[in-house]
């Protein structure tokens, strides 16, 4: 789970909490690259020796969820397009070769591309899997082992539904500290605010803070019953037939909040669990939200002792051949809202530069 306040600012406006659409400036940027025949020129430029990994959450329509729908990356078709188009012009990387790449062990000729997806929510399932494998591309699938095949709302869908679902024009919380938030024009920035405060809070009683909004929202503790993440029969389906399976902790918890002990528990219990349901090895994990902030040294202490060779972050930067620390491996974001130039620009350029230009 991520949270990119142009990516929010375009989903909100899907799902009619923001009415007036807008385009960002990188997209304007994109779509005159685009018209002046400038990516057909990027995508014939030389191709560094790097790894370059997309991160996908949901796949879907944003405006139809109940949760957070800044999750979202890409609808069916886009994913379909953007498969294709990578196909045509880089290396798809498996896993296995991506860890072997960061190792040092293997070059690519071409700029390998790894698609992965995080958290495991059932239209990973129902839309990236057939895609994925019509394509014979392998994408990777970041898994919390909790939610496996739950119906719960994991903390940022409930606190965007309970926003969502109020009445209220306006609330006042008296935890962490007196606040009050318009949700009138101004959910969007309600739900901004929200979110970073149960992000930054290490002293943060999370329950309590939860609490809080149910209340001042007062959506109480309404919920959604429908099954919204994988199982285990659909996993062990995706994972007999050519996709990659890594762990995203057993809680997706701020590793960095959590003493050695407990961060050291949610990497091996989620291993062990998707190994025992599995049958395979769990060699990689993606650090829940990703930020440089997220992890630190114990943290890759932890997955040192829990014998994981790769994990993944989410702020950027490149992936170059025997340079990249195997436990901060770059991955960059797709967003629903992006559309096929911004995407096309970005992959492109990062296959020239390490990295996306913008
Ligand atoms: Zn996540």
Known sequence: MVLAIDRMNLHLRQSGVVPVPRISKRQRLASIIAAT???RVLERLPQQNCLVVLNYHRIGSASETVGDPNLYSATP??????????????HISSLDEAIAFVEGQITFRKTGILFTFDDGYKDNYDYAFPILYKHKVQGTFFICTSYIGSSQLPWWDRIAYMLKMSRNSKIVLHYPEFMTLDLGEGKLEALNRLLGIYKAGHDLNKDQFLE?????TGTGDERPGERIFINKTELKEMSGNGMAVGSHTHSHPLLSHLSPELQLEEVSVSKEMLEHDLGIDI???AYPVGAPDSFDDRTQEALRRAGYR??????GGKNIAGKTSPYNVRRHHV???DGEPLFRVRTSTAAILGEPLF
Do not use: N, P, T
């Open 37 to 39: 025949g400038g990516i």
């Open 77 to 90: 078709s886009d994913l379909d397009d953007q498969v294709r188009w990578i196909k045509r012009h880089y």
């Open 212 to 216: 809080e909004i149910a209340r001042s």
């Open 310 to 315: 790769i994990a993944f972050s989410f702020y």
């Open 283 to 285: 060699q990689s994990l």
């Open 335 to 337: 967003g629903v809202g």
